[in-house]
């Protein structure tokens, strides 16, 4: 059975630094994309993040680029973020996901981890 873990969410003031990070299981090799979204209070899931195990490629959605950096240790099966400069509106749960379709269409999601940018 497949498992993600997601850990490292928690409160922070506004222009502080959190670290996300993910640990997937049950797998004999790793997702073509990894990835992490969130879903803030009253609004859908948005893509956050992404990468691309063949080249390590990187993909951010317009609202957290400049601020946040995602890599994976593919020997590891991990994933990180990291987040910097972080605003009020960056307050959500953070999913993180795996799958081999595409960017936005990932196949298992982790439980998900709070993180709350206090202003």
């Known amino acids: 059975q497949v498992q993600l873990v997601e850990s490292g969410g928690g409160l922070v003031q506004a222009g502080g630094s959190l670290r996300l990070s993910c640990a997937v299981s049950?797998?004999?090799?790793?997702?073509?994309?990894m990835g992490w979204f969130r879903q803030a209070p009253g609004k859908e899931r948005e893509f956050v993040a992404g990468?691309?195990?063949?080249?390590?490629?990187?993909n951010y959605a317009d609202s957290v680029k400049g601020r946040t950096t995602i890599s994976r240790d593919n020997a590891k099966n991990t994933v990180d973020l990291q987040m910097n400069s972080l605003k009020p509106e960056d307050t959500a749960v953070y999913y993180c996901?795996?799958?081999?379709?595409?960017?936005?269409?990932?196949?298992?999601w982790g439980q998900g981890t709070q993180v709350t940018v206090s202003s």
């Open positions: 990468i691309r195990r063949s080249d390590s490629y990187t």
């Open positions: 996901a795996g799958g081999n379709i595409d960017w936005y269409r990932p196949t298992y």
């Open positions: 049950g797998r004999t090799f790793s997702f073509y994309y």
